[in-house]
């Protein structure tokens, strides 16, 4: 078996190890886009975060996909659903530290963090609102692997966590999960609400005008999921408006985010550039999914491989 692995991502010189963990197979490193497109074509395992259409079509021995991303919405999915390739996903790499993105930005939005070192910077002494998150209602989109490691984290902080979820059923920490045809409950009560959904059909586009119009005047809303769920026109003006009171976002149609693209104008936004899903330790945890799914493949105990997408699904 030829396992062919390319990721740019930090932290990948973990992925040496397969030599030795899968000494019956051949494992190749390329270390451009040029020679990626040369070793695919004869590979049977690839390893990494993306591949073209037009790359998959001449990878004809691949029969395994795996990749480091959890989101895989831009691969030629339709493609290798259709040649029966499995693909497994990074789920499950994720949940703590994007955890920690979200409880940080709810303290930072609380305690004024980014306008209090904008007035460091600045030489400015002055004394901004101070609130705290403890006490206040948070809902999560998506209760997820991620979604439910942030609600165990605010919980922890005080927070009273409601959520949405694919399949109704009881999450830890998680006092309400509605479906997700019942949005509204979640954006007419919550101060926070935290938007992890997955981007699928059901999902495209379908935080709108609808929704900001419901949302409190004082909420904050947080993006860490797909930027396609949320419609960024309808955002614009509900954020030049002062429909709700403050948007953090990491996720957008176009990234990097142009410097013409209006949503720089606004002074109730706080945007950072993808950051969320990064780490250090990203590589050391997406070995460990790959390591295990290649045991599991090798064997031929494909119901055993962690994170499978489910083309049905959609995620």
């Known amino acids: 078996m030829k396992i062919v692995v390319y990721t740019e991502m930090p932290g990948s010189e973990v992925l040496d190890n397969l030599k030795a963990d899968f000494p019956q197979c051949t494992a190749v490193y390329p270390q451009n886009q040029a020679e990626f497109e040369k070793e695919i074509v004869d590979a049977d395992i690839y390893a990494g975060r993306f591949i073209t259409r037009e790359v998959l079509a001449t990878a004809k021995k691949l029969k395994y996909l795996n990749s480091f991303m959890a989101g895989v919405d831009k691969l030629p999915l339709k493609e290798i659903d259709e040649r029966g390739i499995i693909l497994t996903t990074g789920r499950g790499i994720h949940p703590v530290h994007m955890a920690e993105y979200?409880?940080?930005m709810m303290v930072l939005d609380a305690r004024n963090l980014d306008k209090?070192?904008?007035?460091?910077?600045?030489?400015?002494?002055?004394?901004?609102?101070?609130?705290?998150?403890?006490?206040?209602?948070?809902g999560?989109?998506?209760l997820g692997a991620i979604g439910q490691e942030l609600a165990q984290k605010a919980n922890a902080?005080?927070?009273?966590?409601?959520?949405v979820k694919r399949r109704v059923e009881p999450v830890e920490g998680v006092k309400e999960?509605?479906?997700?045809?019942?949005?509204?409950?979640?954006?007419?009560?919550?101060d926070y609400i935290v938007n992890l959904l997955a981007l699928t059909i059901e999902t495209q586009g379908i935080i709108n005008k609808q929704y900001f119009d419901m949302m409190k005047p004082t909420a904050c809303m947080i993006n860490m999921g797909r930027s396609g769920t949320t419609s960024e026109d309808d955002l614009y003006e509900a954020l030049k408006n002062k429909v709700f009171r403050r948007y953090i976002v990491d996720v957008f149609d176009t990234e990097p985010l142009p410097e013409d693209n209006k949503l720089w104008e606004l002074d109730n936004i706080v945007i950072t550039p993808h950051i969320c899903g990064h780490n250090v330790m990203y590589m050391q945890k997406g070995y460990e999914i790959l390591r295990n799914n290649l045991k599991a493949f090798l064997d031929g105990r494909y119901d055993d491989m962690q994170n499978r997408f489910n083309h049905e699904q959609g995620y």
């Open 140 to 142: 999560i989109l998506g």
């Open 177 to 190: 999960v509605y479906a997700l045809n019942e949005l509204e409950k979640v954006f007419s009560t919550c």
């Open 157 to 163: 902080m005080g927070l009273e966590v409601v959520g």
């Open 102 to 104: 979200a409880i940080a």
């Open 116 to 138: 209090v070192l904008w007035n460091q910077k600045e030489r400015k002494w002055a004394l901004l609102p101070q609130d705290q998150i403890s006490g206040k209602r948070l």
